[in-house]
């Protein structure tokens, strides 16, 4: 059995797929001559045509004609005369088709991250996708598509980025495993958004685990058992179906208000982390959005999201919320999310360095861009948006008067956008202490539990030396929770709470007690977390 840390509930049986980044390593290549070279080039280009061009058709009707023009361009671009041509110059110039492709390809990239126009810049990405497929194709080395993986496949990975796990079918997927990560690693949350059951940080995975070995995974526990004996799996498929018909139980939560057994009204919200999260919200009971992870929008990609880009995301979720309410935090970038183009200088101690507010602040026409994108998405439904690891009073301030700037120029620019509530986290021991004096200017607080446990214990949530210290629970971390609520209850504003420990029924009972309003919690808990404040005995 292999033990890792159980991040997302639930029990996955199923075969083994390993995904790894296929080794583009070409230099063992030995040329065969000019016209072999050609001729495996243009055997991989039209392969790769016809892939894409099935690719494009399957998109269409799953997905929509707007995600298929992506891989339009794909072609296009490989049909511009000047890249071929180029490739097989340098195939005429000596180099195996391997080599050729790659320089020309890099040529092109360089060029277009090198380009003013946003527009323009992100090509770069797609010459990088190309480069890659044809490479693969040359090499013979194809990676898996996630996308078209069998029914009931556990997939294993160093660690899933955004854009692996938005191939991720959940009606395919058994189960998530990987090398990285802890219960609040962005891995461990969208596999959590999706209700997969994973094991994450599990030593040496893609090592002892073989394709198509028969995998049972245990979310809870964070164990992986290769290759079970029947007994074992009739076992954990009795299991499985006890968790099933459990959470079935939670259904009759769906359309029950949160209401406590005093008659106190609560709101239970979810965290997302990109626009079509939303639907999954709603599909499962949530009153609105309580944490818009807006980094996800700026990963995986060259450069960052244009104002129209981020537009549509914002107001894509206020739309599909109707008038529910929408809580927009502003980038959290630096410490473990790094982002490559905005080439954060590497520091000494990163989580304790310029990130997020304080990158933000820094970086004005980056933050003015989403700030200007949010007001002008609040134009179509209920926005709030809330700044990241403030631990000072002037971030509050210098950031509101970033927002007075950016309403005073949509208005003279004649572009619709709407005033909003400006609230902030309180995931800093700094932000707990003085929320007396930040409710002063915060229109509401959120308290994310994740980061101020980290910082009130001193530890780092990545680090297993010191993973007993990283409990909600410690009296420092409870004695802040209790301090943050009670600040702003005296001062008359909203206060939730968006980190993992929102969702801990044994915490719920208190966070009741001391008052707090909104719980945000990942979409598969909102019925649980119903249940359980309407069960607590607050009388
Ligand atoms: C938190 O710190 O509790 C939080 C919700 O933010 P993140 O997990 O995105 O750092
Ligand atoms: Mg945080």
């Avoid at 492709?101 to 996708?129: C, H, L, N, P």
């Avoid at 079970?228 to 009795?238: G, S, T």
Wanted: negative net charge; contains cysteine.
């Amino acid at each position: 059995m292999l033990k890792g840390i159980g991040a997302s509930n639930g029990y996955g049986i199923g075969k083994a797929v390993i995904i790894e980044d296929a080794n583009l390593d070409y230099s063992s290549v030995r040329y065969a001559g000019a016209e072999a070279e050609k001729s495996r080039l243009q055997n991989a280009v039209d392969s790769f045509i016809k892939e894409t061009t099935e690719m494009i058709e399957a998109l269409k009707s799953s997905a929509g004609e707007k995600e298929a023009e992506i891989l339009e361009g794909h072609l296009t671009m490989l049909n511009d005369p000047f890249m071929l041509s180029g490739i097989n110059e340098q195939i005429d110039a000596g180099l195996v088709a391997e080599a050729a492709a790659d320089a020309v390809f890099k040529m092109f990239y360089d060029m277009f991250t090198g380009m003013e126009d946003e527009m323009m810049r992100q090509r770069a990405s797609d010459v990088k996708d190309i480069r890659d497929s044809i490479l693969e194709l040359l090499l013979g080395v194809k990676k898996i598509d996630i996308s078209k993986v069998e029914k009931g496949s556990v997939l294993i990975a160093k660690d899933f980025t955004p854009s692996m796990t938005s191939q991720i079918k959940k009606e395919n997927v058994a189960a998530i495993v990987t090398e990285v990560g802890g219960v609040t690693s962005h891995s461990a949350i969208l596999a959590r958004a999706m209700g997969i059951p994973a094991a994450l940080s599990v030593p040496d995975a893609l090592n002892s685990i073989i394709n198509g070995d028969t995998l049972i995974v245990d979310g809870f526990r964070g164990e992986v058992f290769t290759n079970p004996d029947a007994k074992q799996i009739n076992e954990y498929e009795q299991k499985q179906k006890e968790y099933i018909k459990e959470k079935e139980s939670l259904n009759v939560y769906f359309n029950k208000p949160t209401v406590t057994k005093s008659g106190i009204k609560k709101y239970v919200y979810g965290n997302i982390g990109k626009a079509a999260d939303a639907e999954t919200v709603l599909q499962n009971g949530g009153e609105g959005i309580g944490l818009f992870r807006t980094e996800f929008l700026f990963m995986d990609r060259t450069s960052a999201p244009t104002e129209q880009e981020q537009f549509e995301a914002y107001s894509t979720v206020a739309k599909i919320m109707g008038g529910k309410e929408v809580i927009i935090r502003t980038l959290d970038i630096g410490g473990d999310k790094a982002i490559d183009y905005l080439s954060i200088e590497k520091e000494e101690n990163p989580f304790l360095g310029h990130r997020a507010i304080r990158y933000c602040l820094d970086n004005k026409p980056l933050f003015k861009t989403q700030l200007r994108a949010i007001l002008r998405a609040a134009a179509y439904g209920n926005i709030k948006i809330m700044l990241p690891l403030v631990t000072e009073i002037e971030e509050i301030r210098a950031a509101k008067a970033l927002i007075t700037e950016c309403e005073a120029e949509l208005k003279s620019e004649g572009i619709e956008y709407k005033s909003v509530p400006v609230g902030i986290m309180v995931e800093t021991p700094s932000a707990a202490i003085i929320s007396d004096l930040l409710a002063r200017e915060a229109a509401f607080f959120s308290i994310g539990t994740n980061d101020l446990t980290g910082y009130t214990m001193a530890v780092d949530r990545g680090n297993a030396k010191v993973s007993h210290l990283y409990d909600a629970f410690k009296p420092s971390v409870l004695r802040a929770i209790e301090m943050t609520i009670k600040n702003a209850k005296a001062a008359g504003i909203p206060v939730g709470m968006c980190g993992e420990a929102a969702a801990n029924t044994k915490l719920i009972p208190m966070l009741l007690e001391w008052g707090l309003d909104e719980f945000s919690v990942t979409p598969s808990s909102i019925l649980q977390t119903r249940k359980t404040i309407c069960e607590a005995d607050d009388k």
